[in-house]
């Protein structure tokens, strides 16, 4: 068992800065690929970023290509999103996953996530 916390979210105005956190405890967290996704409003859960268990890939949806940036830390069992030049699009409630096996497969899609954590409100004003 994976229980996975998300803080850092917030109100921001357009092309503002955030950082998100995902803190996991439970089993061994470096043996996990990491994901976020987010979900707006009336529309379903979308895929953000995703990392392997090494942290050696990253993968990202197109609309936050060159603005977010995923990362991991396993000595502090932590997986950050650095999310720069925010627009209101942004605007949804984001998600942290964890995959067992750590590889790189189906890592966009939701199904390939066995834990989730509860979701932090990210929120761009224009």
């Known amino acids: 068992q994976v229980q996975l916390v998300e803080s850092g979210g917030g109100l921001v105005q357009t092309g503002g800065s955030l950082r998100l956190s995902c803190a996991a405890s439970?089993?061994?967290?470096?043996?996990?690929?990491m994901g976020w996704f987010r979900q707006a409003p009336g529309k379903g859960r979308d895929f953000v970023a995703a990392?392997?268990?090494?942290?050696?890939?990253?993968y990202y949806a197109d609309s936050v290509k060159g603005r977010f940036t995923i990362s991991r830390d396993i000595a502090r069992n932590t997986v950050y999103l650095q999310m720069n030049k925010l627009k209101p699009e942004d605007t949804a409630v984001y998600y942290c996953a964890a995959a067992q096996g750590g590889g790189n497969w189906l890592l966009r899609e939701a199904r390939r996530y066995d834990y989730w954590g509860q979701g932090t409100q990210v929120t761009v004003s224009s």
């Open positions: 990392i392997t268990w090494s942290g050696g890939n990253t």
């Open positions: 439970g089993r061994t967290f470096s043996s996990y690929a």
